[in-house]
Nanobody, 125 residues
Framework: QVQLVESGGALVQAGGSLRLSCAASGGTFNAYAMGWFRQAPGKERESVAAISWGGGSTYYSAAVKGRFTISRDNIKNTVYLQMNDLKPEDTAIYYC??????????????????WGKGTLVTVSS
């Protein structure tokens, strides 16, 4: 059973930066495409970014493209989300997700097999 544990959430001022991390254990990390999702209060969960098993392809939502960067380290079994120029509307719980896939990532991650429990990001204005 794969376990995903997020970290790095914090309170930050608008315009600031944060890096989220998601450590995976219990499985073959490089067999999974990985993604980040978020859920703001009163809203549905939405896809933020995704990365293929080898890191060769990525996807970003329109809301974060150009500000966020997803990356992975298959030696450390960790996926990252670098968030720059944060805005109050980025406030949400951020979830890490994994999906068995050997394909390129060109769209939001669907058919997720594993979820983390989330880490809270709060951006003050």
């Amino acid at each position: 059973q794969v376990q995903l544990v997020e970290s790095g959430g914090a309170l930050v001022q608008a315009g600031g930066s944060l890096r989220l991390s998601c450590a995976a254990s219990g499985g073959t990390f490089n067999a999974y495409a990985m993604g980040w999702f978020r859920q703001a209060p009163g809203k549905e969960r939405e896809s933020v970014a995704a990365i293929s098993w080898g890191g060769g392809s990525t996807y970003y939502s329109a809301a974060v493209k150009g500000r966020f960067t997803i990356s992975r380290d298959n030696i450390k079994n960790t996926v990252y989300l670098q968030m720059n120029d944060l805005k109050p509307e980025d406030t949400a719980i951020y979830y890490c997700a994994g999906k068995h896939s050997s394909h390129a990532v060109i769209a939001p991650l669907d058919g997720v097999n594993y979820w983390g429990k989330g880490t809270l990001v709060t951006v003050s204005s």
